[in-house]
């Protein structure tokens, strides 16, 4: 009742029963016949149809019937809102994971480069000394040449 806001009114009724009253009774459904029918009697659908239309009004009619869709399109746009919001975290889950492969990757290019760097600096040095090594070998042997040519010109 809290949640209503008012104390609800319960009228017990049974709906199959008053729809096989209104089926016997054939068109005439307000007829003599159906009001004395057992069934319909026993439905107690003719207490909910005097108290609907004692208590409804027509601006009563209209709310219920406007409100009816409205509630149907506000469970649609709820139910739409849940589906967005789970789709918007798994995006940013999928942007949280696309930023941590970036910064994966451009560590990894980092540490390459440095590694590349690391190993031109080696090969440099090792071209260095390799170039000293064949630059005193030149000079030794030109040094053995003219030696040589000495030997030759005073034989």
Partial sequence: SELLGARPIVIPISARDALSAKQLSGDDSTSDKLSSSRIWTRSNFASLESFLKDTLTTETKIKSKIANPVGVVQGIVAKSLDQLSSQRKELETDVATL????????????????????????????????????????????????????????A
Avoid: A, H, P
Avoid at 114 to 120: G, K, N, P, S
């Fill in 99 to 154: 930023n941590l492969l970036q910064r994966q990757l451009e560590s990894w290019k980092k540490d390459m480069n440095q590694d590349m760097d690391t190993f031109r600096s080696d090969m440099k040095d090792m071209v260095q000394k390799e170039s000293d090594r064949i630059q005193v070998l030149t000079q030794r042997m030109g040094f053995l040449d003219q030696y040589s040519w000495t030997m030759v010109d005073s």
